[in-house]
């Protein structure tokens, strides 16, 4: 089944402590990116990646980092977590990049609290 | 710069009638524009689309319509169903971007 993964589903941590969310994908898609989504703010673009080693920041990009090694995985890694990056968030793929108008295809979300 | 903007937060329609979804977008070098549909603990998922070279696109009971010069597109629901029950979100990227811009997001409840 073609689908976006992503691990933990839930996660509550501490202010400080290194945590990594991962995000894999199964379609052989070139294009991926993290979300986040907050009350009133919608759906922010973090980082995105056009390809293997290609990774760019999005709108909001501060306190996080990401990596993209393999094709298929694009972890989200936050150094040291603050409170204010308790968000829902979404990793997601595409066939190409948004030039070539392709739909992004989500993965269940990732709920981080961060006490 | 919220450059992607949906002003109705809620929205509540009685079945079998049409549901409006409504976005505006201040980037005019935007062309090309989606919609996703969320439901509770799950991610988004793609509902229609449409390019800047049309100002209508047909799928179902899905209508999405452009208006260039307002810079502003609607989503059309006929007829709504309970499971169309769910938050809507607009999207829109340029064909010279890498990025994708989302909106705020409308809920629509649909009352059986």
């Known amino acids: 089944e073609a689908q976006v993964t992503q691990n933990p589903r839930y996660l509550i941590t501490v202010t400080g402590k290194k945590l990594t969310v991962t995000c894999s994908q199964n379609m052989n898609h070139e294009y991926m990116s993290w979300y986040r989504q907050d009350p009133g703010l919608g759906l922010r673009q973090i980082y995105y990646?056009?390809?293997?080693?290609?990774?760019d920041k999005g709108d909001v990009p501060e306190g996080y980092k990401v990596s993209r090694k393999e094709k298929r995985n694009f972890p989200l890694i936050l150094e040291s977590p603050s409170p204010n990056q308790t968000s829902l968030y979404f990793c997601?793929?595409?066939?190409?990049?948004?030039?070539?108008?392709?739909?992004?295809?989500f993965g269940p979300g990732t709920r981080l609290t961060v006490l | 710069d919220q450059q992607v903007k949906q002003n109705s937060p809620s929205l509540s329609v009685q079945e079998g009638r049409i549901s409006i979804l409504n976005c505006d977008y201040t980037n005019s070098m935007f062309d090309y524009f989606l919609w996703y549909k969320k439901y509770p603990a799950e991610g988004p998922t793609f509902l229609i689309s449409?390019?800047?070279?049309?100002d209508k696109n047909e799928d179902g009971r899905f209508t999405v319509f452009l208006n260039k010069s307002a810079k502003h597109l609607s989503l059309h629901i006929v007829p709504s169903q309970p499971g169309d029950s769910a938050v809507y979100f607009c999207?829109?990227?340029?064909?010279?971007?890498?990025?994708?811009?989302f909106g705020t997001g409308t809920s629509l409840t649909v009352i059986p």
């Open positions: 990646s056009m390809n293997v080693e290609v990774t």
């Open positions: 449409i390019s800047s070279i049309k």
């Open positions: 997601a793929s595409a066939l190409a990049g948004p030039s070539s108008y392709n739909e992004q295809f």
């Open positions: 999207a829109a990227t340029s064909s010279g971007g890498n990025q994708f811009y």
